[in-house]
């Protein structure tokens, strides 16, 4: 029975350590889940260290043992006992299979203790448990997971359209994005796969994967928003690393940037440009890639390639080019253009744009100011010219001229200068003409083409036939013409007035009129007395009628008047007389010069008995001596031939016409020291020769009486005088020139006539009203003649 008792004692025991060990099992195995895990990577070759912290929680304390498990294994991989001693005199002990003859258990300085692997390998992987049993403290456990890394594959580079770079990257644009995928397939634990630029980071974001399966490949995805200068020539890498102790996987990408130039200068040789003057201009740009190449643009003109003068030169990314312009006025204001762009980058575009401004002489145009028609302009109207100018510098000076006379300000003229403009008041026929403006500045002067400035006006008088006095004798026939101006001139219609004597202001009556154009001819006979006073012609246009009239002024015919301002001169081998014609009283006149002659008496020696004695009177000869000399021209001036000396000659001058013959100017006491002869053609008549026309001498006496002349010194001093008092006389009576100094062989003494001018007066009895001067009765059938007008004529 007591046997029986014990063994099942014994039983229950058992059962009961079982039963607690199981518990403490699971107990641990709980306790274990909850201890954290330390990561530990490796490589498979190498060898690494997993920590185990044996220091003592509680001061004092020490270790008894120390055991390593692998995974689930219930027997330890290592074991350190040390209940015996010191942990230095610990027994280590180590399972016998690949995985113990390879690890080793360093004790350092408590938590300094590590399980040393060597040359881990792909099974050495798993989670190792360090259990640490103390004296005293309770059991501590620590969890770490050895893990060995699988490198991902070498990094793949895509571009944004999924290509894949093999080289260089891009190219990129300037100012534009850029996009670049790093692709790697594998890697244990999942590789990070970064962007980097200059040891600087530029990505390190991890993204989902756009090519191919998600699952196998790891991406970065590089996005640059703006590509920058700063770009230009870098080179970008790609690192993928699976673990943090490994080294990552590089591929490196050189990137081809496009640049767009940096700057564009233009530079011109001359800071003034004169017109029609040649310059040099240069264009430099840099900080294209590739090279710009310089476009030159003048207005919208593009000045290209080739052309021969234009160069270019480009060196890295530098290029200059130069043109040579010659500019002319129209190219002020205009833009010049120097324009780089890369050939490779569209839009890659940079530009300077320089403002021409082009000195020039000023051009001048002169013109009508608006509003002004030149046809329909009228005497009387307004006008105002316009100088167009163009001109760089503005014009210092605007002048205007008329007919090359320049024009002044002035107002009571009606001359209006301001500024370009010029304005005529009141236009008058002394209006008409060319008209030009010249303006100046610091480069030049220039004159514009004449502007021809012509009106239309009302019929006047020709300026030689306002007023003209026809003399014609009763009964006689007389054609009058009057001529007129006037603009338009066709369509000129013509009337004649008469003012008799009286006063009256009548229509003419029994008359021929003829117009043609701008001429009307009046045929005209006074038959009596009351016939003769003043005719007027008037004419009308389009534009209006005729304000003054074209007189003409009848008067009877009479004789002539005596020739005005008679003087004699001396010539190489004859006399000459010259007058001017008087009045030639109405009718055609010629002229009539006459020479007589008596013995002259010296007062020495004896006069015999053949000397010829004529007394004269102041109107001419006393009897009948005739004239030993006629002579007759249409103009007082004659010439005296064979005059012989020793006598005095009278010379008589007539004006003759149809109404008879005027009183005769003398020339009296003409004699000559020695005899005027020659083979002179003349007109004169002479009645006789002169040694038988003249009272017969003694040859002897002559001769005589001329020996006592040169023999006698006093005789020849008051001869000199006599000569030269003669001289001076006649000078000053005469308005012809004369010879300097006495003259040669002549002493004429004469009384010379004096001018007698005529003065014509119109009748002014039974005047009528001046206001009312003119009257005409349109509504005539007779357009040539008036039925009444009244003028009124001032002396």
């Known amino acids: 029975m007591r046997c029986a008792s014990g063994y099942v004692f014994l039983t229950s025991l058992l059962m009961v350590l079982r039963t607690r060990r199981m518990g403490a099992a699971a107990e641990e195995t709980e306790f274990?889940?909850?201890?954290?895990?330390?990561?530990?990577?490796?490589?498979?070759?190498?060898?690494?260290?997993?920590?185990?912290?044996?220091?003592?929680?509680?001061?004092?304390?020490?270790?008894?043992?120390?055991?390593?498990?692998?995974?689930?294994?219930?027997?330890?991989?290592?074991?350190?006992?040390?209940?015996?001693?010191?942990?230095?005199?610990?027994?280590?002990?180590?399972?016998?299979?690949?995985?113990?003859?390879?690890?080793?258990?360093?004790?350092?300085?408590?938590?300094?203790?590590?399980?040393?692997?060597?040359?881990?390998?792909?099974?050495?992987?798993?989670?190792?448990?360090?259990?640490?049993?103390?004296?005293?403290?309770?059991?501590?456990?620590f969890r770490v997971n050895l893990t060995l890394v699988e490198q991902p594959s070498k990094p793949v580079i895509y571009d944004a359209q999924g290509r894949e770079v093999t080289g260089v990257g891009g190219p990129f644009l300037e100012g534009y994005n850029l996009v670049l995928i790093c692709q790697v397939a594998g890697g244990r634990p999942k590789p990070s796969v970064t962007w980097w630029m200059d040891g600087e980071l530029l990505d390190g974001v991890v993204d989902t994967s756009s090519i191919g399966s998600s699952s196998k490949f790891t991406e970065n995805h590089l996005f640059i928003d703006q590509v920058t200068r700063s770009l230009w020539g870098a080179k970008l890498e790609c690192r993928a690393q699976s673990g943090p102790m490994e080294q990552p996987v590089v591929r490196e990408v050189p990137l081809d940037i496009y640049l767009k130039p940096a700057n564009v200068k233009i530079v011109l040789s001359e800071e003034q440009i004169f017109a029609d003057r040649p310059i040099a201009a240069k264009c430099e740009t840099s900080g294209s890639f590739p090279a710009a190449r310089i476009i030159w643009r003048l207005g919208e003109h593009v000045i290209g390639d080739p052309n021969p003068y234009v160069s270019t030169t480009q060196k890295n990314n530098k290029t200059v080019s130069k043109l040579e312009l010659v500019l002319s006025k129209d190219d002020d204001g205009k833009e010049l253009v120097c324009r780089a762009e890369n050939p490779r980058f569209p839009g890659g575009v940079f530009e300077e744009v320089k403002i021409l401004r082009i000195s020039y002489a000023p051009v001048v145009v002169a013109r009508l100011a608006n509003g002004y028609v030149l046809d329909t302009l009228r005497e009387g109207d307004d006008l105002k010219l316009i100088c167009d100018i163009q001109s760089n510098p503005p014009p210092a000076q605007v002048t205007w001229y008329h007919d090359n006379q320049r024009l002044?300000?002035?107002?009571?003229?009606?001359?209006?200068?301001?500024?370009?403009?010029?304005?005529?008041?009141?236009?008058?026929?002394?209006?008409?003409?060319?008209?030009?403006?010249?303006?100046?500045?610091?480069?030049?002067?220039?004159?514009?083409?004449?502007?021809?400035?012509?009106?239309?006006?009302?019929?006047?008088?020709?300026?030689?036939?306002?007023?003209?006095?026809?003399?014609?004798?009763?009964?006689?026939?007389?054609?009058?013409?009057?001529?007129?101006?006037?603009?338009?001139?066709?369509?000129?219609?013509?009337?004649?007035?008469?003012?008799?004597t009286v006063g009256d202001v009548l229509p003419i009556p029994n008359s021929r009129i003829e117009s043609q154009g701008l001429v009307s001819v009046l045929e005209y006979t006074p038959n009596t007395e009351t016939d003769y006073g003043t005719l007027a012609c008037w004419a009308s246009n389009s534009i209006g009628r005729q304000r003054t009239p074209c007189i003409f002024n009848i008067v009877p015919a009479k004789p002539p008047q005596p020739p005005l301002d008679c003087a004699l001169h001396n010539e190489t081998s004859s006399l000459e007389v010259n007058c001017i014609p008087g009045s030639d009283g109405g009718s055609p006149q010629h002229f009539l010069l006459e020479v007589r002659g008596s013995l002259r008496n010296s007062g020495i020696g004896h006069i015999g008995p053949h000397t010829l004695q004529t007394p004269q009177s102041d109107q001419g000869m006393v009897g009948e001596s005739p004239p030993i000399y006629q002579d007759m021209n249409p103009t007082p001036n004659f010439q005296l031939h064979d005059l012989q000396p020793g006598y005095d000659y009278t010379v008589y001058i007539y004006a003759v016409n149809g109404r008879g013959m005027s009183e005769p100017v003398l020339l009296e006491h003409v004699s000559v020291v020695e005899p005027i002869g020659g083979k002179i053609e003349r007109s004169g008549i002479f009645l006789e020769d002169l040694k038988k026309a003249l009272p017969q001498a003694s040859y002897e006496n002559m001769i005589f009486a001329i020996a006592l002349t040169g023999t006698g010194a006093a005789a020849l001093v008051l001869i000199g005088i006599g000569v030269i008092i003669g001289v001076v006389v006649c000078r000053r009576r005469s308005n012809a020139p004369v010879i300097e100094g006495p003259d040669d062989f002549t002493t004429p003494t004469y009384v010379p006539a004096q001018r007698i001018e005529p003065k014509i007066r119109y009748s002014n009895e039974n005047r009528r009203s001046q206001r009312a001067s003119l009257y005409i009765e349109e509504n005539r059938k007779e357009p040539d003649l008036l039925h009444r007008v009244e003028l009124d004529l001032q002396d």
């Open 32 to 141: 274990q889940n909850k201890v954290p895990v330390r990561l530990v990577w490796a490589t498979e070759g190498d060898d690494v260290e997993l920590p185990c912290d044996i220091t003592p929680p509680t001061p004092g304390d020490s270790v008894n043992m120390v055991l390593w498990f692998k995974d689930d294994g219930g027997i330890p991989l290592y074991s350190l006992d040390a209940r015996n001693g010191s942990l230095n005199n610990a027994i280590h002990w180590a399972v016998s299979d690949d995985l113990g003859k390879r690890t080793y258990f360093k004790i350092g300085d408590g938590h300094q203790a590590k399980l040393k692997i060597t040359e881990v390998t792909l099974k050495d992987q798993g989670d190792f448990r360090c259990r640490v049993d103390f004296v005293d403290s309770p059991t501590r456990n």
């Open 408 to 500: 002044e300000h002035d107002v009571n003229a009606g001359i209006l200068l301001a500024s370009n403009s010029l304005t005529l008041r009141v236009l008058t026929l002394a209006h008409v003409g060319e008209y030009s403006c010249v303006a100046t500045n610091h480069v030049g002067q220039t004159h514009s083409s004449p502007l021809f400035i012509h009106m239309k006006y009302a019929p006047r008088c020709r300026e030689d036939g306002k007023r003209r006095e026809i003399t014609v004798a009763r009964h006689d026939t007389v054609w009058l013409q009057c001529v007129v101006e006037a603009l338009p001139n066709d369509y000129v219609r013509f009337s004649w007035t008469y003012n008799s």
